[in-house]
């Protein structure tokens, strides 16, 4: 695969350094039929750092993911082999079927139909918590 030849897909830019990765379980982009890059560590132009996802296939980000893990990325839907939209991700207020709750004596983890929800309780500081069991999302290590 070309990487920088993409016709009609979406690329992930300006991902911080070691959530390349994450961003691509997260996203079950591993399911995805097509061509997946993930480029870490690349140079970015004003010289730091970055990890882009590059995606050969239109298809729908689940932008509460994208904001959720890395809201200062970039999304690029590339059209005809232009940048036809560029948008990044707002940090969402809730979270369905993203993270699980790891607390045992959780009721979701007794009922296992029951989506883990997580709500935004601290926007600066972006915590998370279990909507049942107020426990707090553990934050993603890099
Ligand atoms: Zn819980």
Redo the contacts with the bound molecule.
């Keep these: 695969m070309v990487i920088d030849s993409i016709r009609d897909g979406i690329v992930i830019d300006h991902i911080k350094t070691g959530l390349g990765l994450e961003i691509y379980r997260l996203l079950k982009l591993g399911k995805l039929d097509c061509q997946v890059a993930i480029i870490q560590h690349a140079t970015s132009q004003k010289g730091s750092k970055k990890d882009v996802i590059k995606i050969d296939s239109p298809i729908e980000i689940d932008l509460d993911v994208l904001g959720y893990l890395d809201p200062g990325c970039t999304v690029n839907v590339i059209r005809d082999s232009k940048v036809a939209e560029k948008y990044h991700p707002a940090i969402p207020e809730t979270l369905t079927g993203v993270i699980s709750?790891k607390?045992p004596r959780?009721?979701?983890s007794a009922e296992s139909d029951l989506p883990h929800v997580f709500r935004l309780t601290d926007k600066d500081a972006q915590v998370y918590r279990?909507i049942?069991?107020e426990?707090m999302a553990k934050k993603i290590k890099i």
């Design positions: 709750c607390n959780c009721i979701t279990c049942y069991c426990t």
